[in-house]
């Protein structure tokens, strides 16, 4: 089970192709249904691979409606973290991150300059252990190619079958005037015309899990299944087209624009039915190994993390595994005992099962693709749009993220709260 610990250097998270042209192709909430409980429209469980990243591309060649970032002195650590991009760039041969194609070519694309600033954030402003962190990060999607697991590759639906979504919900407040980016739902009469405050929330329905060998015993598989709908999710930020800057770390905490990344992901680990002492090694093992990963490939993704329907006597665990992790780290973790609470947190978006009056998760959550796989064959069309790939095997290194020293040291501390 899964409980992000962290340096102020690395940022917990979950667990835990390239266009020729600048112009930015159909996009997933253009060309689908936007799997929303605000709106309640269903989404198709699997979208092909030419509209789930539209970030995926180079950076725009037509500058003339790029954002513009706040100038930056020369001894402002992100301009220090830009300096060394070309190098990074050029030490590693890959570019891409969370779908942005990173340029170290003035001017510095905006969405460049988002990321790096996630870096530095991840880092407390360290220039040199984000520079280390970008470039091992890059080093590790090269080699393990997330965004072809989430897009391209079949995962076993009897392995993963109801075990995560993503969906997005209107943002609690929103009506009154709550910062954050805005995304486009489906309004009333199926119109996709009502623009929001939205966030992008990933689930992971560990009560769905009915043969844990089965589900984490193939670590591998199931890291790459993880990484793919975390992939799916960072797709719904649509970080190419951010405009809002995201302060530095060191920003004044009393300031009311302090700490306001609206490019981040909401997380909800369901633990309904979940037997906590009976946990096995495969499920031990999965929970270390992704907690790592994500950790340090994912730096500055998690807005908040909810732990529902864990049992009250759990409670004891949570607060005891808040004295091991950073404050930047325990602000954002909430455990609820009853999952009917999360309304209060996410608004009335939320799945009826957790309070709301959105519609259930298998109804309106999007998902990776799944299909029924006997070894490496796969069993017909996946949810109308073909096979595609099935599960991939990867080097060692790279499911481990090419190891950071910083997240080792930190593995064993919480691996009861499942990956």
């Keep these: 089970?899964?409980?992000?610990?962290?340096?102020?250097?690395?940022?917990?998270?979950?667990?835990?192709?390239?266009?020729?042209?600048?112009?930015?192709?159909?996009s997933l909430a253009d060309?689908?249904?936007?799997?929303?409980?605000?709106?309640?429209?269903?989404?198709?469980?699997?979208?092909?691979?030419?509209?789930?990243?539209?970030?995926?591309?180079?950076?725009?060649?037509?500058?003339?409606?790029?954002?513009?970032?706040?100038?930056l002195p020369a001894t402002h650590p992100l301009r220090k973290l830009q300096d060394k991009l070309p190098e990074i760039l050029s030490t590693t041969g890959h570019a891409e991150v969370w779908g942005v194609y990173l340029s170290g070519t003035a001017p510095i694309p905006f969405s460049t300059t988002l990321v790096l600033q996630k870096f530095l954030r991840a880092n407390a402003n360290d220039v040199d252990k984000a520079a280390k962190q970008l470039q091992e990060t890059l080093v590790w999607r090269k080699e393990f190619q997330p965004l072809k697991a989430a897009e391209e590759e079949v995962f076993d639906e009897t392995r993963f079958g109801g075990l995560g979504y993503v969906t997005l919900i209107e943002r609690k407040g929103a009506a009154t005037g709550s910062w954050g980016r805005k995304d486009v739902v489906e309004g009333a009469g199926g119109k996709k015309d009502k623009k929001v405050d939205v966030d992008v929330v990933t689930w992971n329905i560990y009560g769905a899990v009915k043969d844990p060998k089965g589900t984490f015993g193939d670590l591998d598989g199931f890291l790459r299944y993880r990484v793919a709908l975390m992939e799916r999710s960072i797709a719904h930020l649509h970080l190419n087209d951010a405009t809002q800057p995201i302060p530095d770390y060191n920003s004044d905490p009393n300031s009311t624009a302090a700490?306001?990344?609206?490019?981040?992901?909401?997380?909800?680990?369901?633990?309904?039915?979940?037997?906590?002492?009976?946990?096995?090694?495969?499920?031990?093992?999965?929970?270390?190994?992704?907690?790592a990963l994500f950790q340090a490939r994912y730096p500055e993704l998690l807005a908040r993390k909810f732990f529902v329907n864990v049992p009250f006597v759990m409670g004891w665990l949570f607060a005891a595994m808040k004295v091991f992790v950073a404050k930047e780290t325990t602000r954002k973790?909430?455990?609820?005992?009853?999952?009917?609470?999360?309304?209060?947190?996410?608004?009335?978006?939320?799945?009826?099962?957790?309070g709301g009056?959105?519609?259930e998760l298998g109804e309106v959550g999007e998902t990776v693709r799944l299909g029924r796989l006997e070894g490496e064959k796969k069993e017909g069309a996946v949810n109308g749009q073909g096979s595609g790939e099935g599960?991939?095997?990867?080097?060692e290194s790279a499911v481990n993220g090419q190891g950071s020293e910083e997240v080792k040291d930190k593995e064993k501390v919480g691996t009861e709260v499942k990956a």
Excluded: C
């Excluded at 909430?334 to 009826?352: A, F």
């Design 391 to 395: 599960e991939g095997k990867e080097k």
């Design 357 to 359: 009056r959105g519609e």
């Design 333 to 354: 973790l909430v455990m609820l005992t009853y999952g009917n609470r999360l309304v209060e947190e996410l608004g009335v978006g939320v799945p009826r099962a957790y």
């Design 1 to 26: 089970m899964e409980a992000h610990q962290a340096s102020p250097s690395t940022e917990p998270e979950a667990v835990l192709g390239a266009g020729t042209s600048a112009e930015r192709p159909p």
């Design 31 to 71: 060309t689908k249904d936007v799997p929303s409980s605000a709106s309640q429209a269903a989404a198709p469980a699997a979208t092909s691979a030419s509209t789930l990243h539209p970030t995926a591309q180079p950076p725009r060649t037509d500058t003339t409606a790029e954002p513009t970032w706040p100038p």
């Design 259 to 291: 700490n306001k990344d609206p490019y981040q992901i909401m997380q909800v680990h369901d633990y309904l039915s979940v037997k906590f002492l009976r946990m096995d090694a495969a499920t031990r093992a999965a929970s270390q190994r992704t907690i």
